[in-house]
C-alpha cells in the first residue's frame, strides 16, 4: 500500500523566502504525482502534476521534481508572498484509480 | 468554466438520518471521484466512476452507496448516519486516467453528525 508523508507538517516563513516542500512516498512504481494547494475551508486547487517519465514541471514561482527512484518530490517556492499562506498536499497515483495523498504541509509566510 | 460544483456546502444531520451529496461536472470528465478528509489525515478515496452505469469502491466504501446515471453527476448517498462519518467530502472528476491527467475537485461538503 502506497505511503506518501510529508514534511514539514506546519512551516513559518517570512515574506520573500524560497522554501522547499517535501514529500516522499514508499512505491515508487507510480503513473504520476500531483501538488495542491488547499485553502482553509476550500476544496484543492491543482499546481503542479508531474508524470512518472519527467523529473520536474514549473509553474510562474513553482517547481516541482520528482525522483522515482528514491520516492522523493519536492515543491520549491520562490520569492514566498503571504498569499502563499495555504496548506500543500502532495498525492501520488499508481496503476488504480485513486491519488494517494500526503497529510499536508501548513505553510504560514509573514509579512 | 464551474468545474466540479457541490451541493451543499454545509450539512448537520442527526444520527441515522439519510441524505445526499451532490456533485456534478461541466467539464464532459469520463472519470469521477468521491473522498473524504477527516481532521489531520489525507483525503481518501469512498468510490470512483469510470463513465455513466459504472461505478467501483475506494478504499473507505462502508456506509456510502453512489450511482452514476449521466456523465455529468455523481451523487453520494449516506443511508444511516453515524458520527464516524463526520468529515469533510471532496467530488473530483477527470477526463481519463493517463499519467498527464490531473484530478479536479470541488469546494467540498462539509458534514456534521451530531
Known amino acids: 500500500k502506497q505511503e506518501v508523508t510529508q514534511i514539514p507538517a506546519a512551516l513559518s516563513v517570512p515574506e520573500g523566502e524560497n522554501l522547499v516542500l517535501n514529500c516522499s512516498f514508499t512505491?515508487?512504481?507510480?503513473?504520476?504525482l500531483q501538488w495542491f494547494r488547499q485553502d482553509p475551508g476550500k476544496g484543492l486547487t491543482s499546481l503542479l502534476l508531474?508524470?512518472?517519465?519527467?523529473r520536474e514541471q514549473t509553474s510562474g514561482r513553482l517547481n516541482a521534481s520528482l525522483d522515482k527512484s528514491s520516492g522523493r518530490s519536492t515543491l520549491y517556492i520562490a520569492a514566498s508572498q503571504p498569499g502563499d499562506s495555504a496548506t500543500y498536499l502532495c498525492a501520488v497515483r499508481n496503476s488504480g484509480y485513486a491519488l494517494n495523498f500526503g497529510k499536508g504541509t501548513s505553510l504560514l509566510v509573514t509579512p | 468554466n464551474a468545474g466540479v460544483t457541490q451541493t451543499p456546502k454545509f450539512r448537520i444531520l442527526k444520527i441515522g438520518q439519510s441524505m445526499t451529496l451532490q456533485c456534478t461536472q461541466d467539464m464532459n470528465h469520463n472519470y469521477m471521484y468521491w473522498y473524504r478528509q477527516d481532521p489531520g489525515m489525507g483525503l481518501k478515496l469512498i468510490y470512483y466512476?469510470?463513465?455513466?452505469?459504472?461505478?467501483d469502491k475506494g478504499e473507505v466504501p462502508n456506509g456510502y452507496n453512489v450511482s452514476r446515471s449521466t456523465t455529468e453527476d455523481f451523487p453520494l448517498r449516506l443511508e444511516l448516519a453515524a458520527p464516524s462519518q463526520t468529515s469533510v467530502y471532496f467530488c473530483?472528476?477527470?477526463?481519463?486516467?493517463?499519467?498527464?491527467?490531473?484530478?479536479?475537485f470541488g469546494d467540498g461538503t462539509r458534514l456534521s453528525i451530531l
Open positions: 508531474i508524470q512518472s517519465s519527467q
Open positions: 512505491d515508487s512504481a507510480i503513473y504520476n
Open positions: 473530483a472528476s477527470s477526463s481519463w486516467t493517463g499519467d498527464n491527467q490531473p484530478q479536479h
Open positions: 466512476s469510470v463513465g455513466a452505469g459504472i461505478t
